[in-house]
């Protein structure tokens, strides 16, 4: 009744070797991109730098150049008095194809009209910063200005910030 | 980029957790092993995700699983000392007839356990098994003496003898 073997039946030995199917190849490498980009960050959240000066007016610029559906980044504008004289007002205008694009927008300071913050009394060299919170509710490549303006100058930087999905 | 070295991480974790549990933890629905599974996705969910709910870190962490469940199992089937660290090896559980309280209790496998995995595979008496092993993947295999008999009892132990 008992079988006399003294241990349970083994498998053979079969040689190892991968073989796979042609949906297999075409799949698997695509399947393998995608976290091996990722590591390289093409989908994480990047950041771009613009700089202009025009007359009395310089303008450095730190957006989101990339990052994704629902979450928060911040867009921060240096403006700075080149002037030799106190700039009674300093004018950042926030292009609104631009900011329309993203919802809760908080602007620091505060925007007096329509996505526009006016910087007032800004002695000579000295710089301010607006800051700007953006959620990315639309995905995609959203692309505007901001525009710096004092007097008859105007400096203008061009944004782009793409929104994964 | 932080989401691929999180899934590593917990399947790493997950995994490393199962293997010292054992095998019958792997395929067993006995309440407290089934509350454990339900548990799992809830605290790793959010460490997962990091309220980053995009479809890209979704896509992201759903192909890096996949990834490394490929290559995984690419390397097991490569390299047999890979496959062993991997896999547990199989439990004998019962020999010609006799059972093996050290395997037994290694496993935490009872005797009536062994004997519901007998009545599925069709077979009444102890005597009458040539060999019950644990199956690396947790089910239960039942050879019947005397004959070339193999049947693999899925490892839903404790819904038949128990009661």
């Known amino acids: 009744m008992a079988s006399p073997n003294p241990s349970p039946p083994r498998a053979p030995s079969i040689e190892p070797k991968i073989e796979l199917t042609r949906k297999q190849r075409i799949g698997i490498p695509i399947l393998l991109a995608v976290p091996i980009l990722a590591l390289f960050g093409l989908f994480g959240e990047t950041r771009g730098q613009a700089h202009t000066t025009s007359g009395s ?26 002037s030799t004289t106190v700039a009674d007002t300093m004018r950042v205008s926030f292009d609104t194809a631009y900011i329309s694009r993203f919802s809760s927008v908080r602007f620091d300071p505060a925007a007096k009209s329509a996505y526009t913050v006016d910087l007032t009394d800004v002695k000579p060299s000295e710089s301010r910063l607006v800051s700007v919170e953006l959620w990315g509710q639309d995905y995609g490549s959203h692309r505007g200005t901001v525009v710096a303006r004092h007097g008859t100058d105007s400096a203008i930087v061009h944004l782009s910030t793409f929104v994964f999905p | 980029m932080e989401t691929v070295f999180r899934v590593i991480f917990v399947y790493a974790f997950v995994w490393a957790c199962l293997r010292t549990l054992g095998k019958r933890e792997l395929s067993q629905l006995a309440p407290f092993e089934l509350v454990m599974l339900l548990l799992i996705p809830q605290f790793f969910s959010r460490a997962l995700t990091r309220q980053d709910y995009s479809m890209t870190n979704s896509v992201v962490a759903a192909t890096t699983l996949f990834s490394i469940v490929f290559l995984t199992s ?34 935490r496998i009872t005797a009536d356990e062994i004997v519901s995995a007998m009545h599925k595979a069709g077979i009444e008496r102890i005597e009458d098994v040539a060999w019950a092993i644990l199956e690396p993947d947790g089910k239960i295999a039942i050879i019947r003496a005397g004959g070339a008999d193999v049947h693999n009892v899925e490892a839903d132990r404790g819904t038949g003898a128990r009661q």
């Open chain 1, 57 to 82: 007016i310089d303008v450095e610029v730190s957006y989101p150049a990339r990052f994704r559906y629902r979450q928060v980044q911040s867009l921060h504008v240096s403006v700075r008095n080149l």
């Open chain 2, 74 to 107: 690419i390397a097991s089937f490569r390299f047999a000392g890979f496959r062993h660290f991997m896999q547990a090896n199989p439990t004998v559980l019962v020999r010609q007839g006799q059972f093996l309280p050290p395997g037994l209790r290694r496993e």
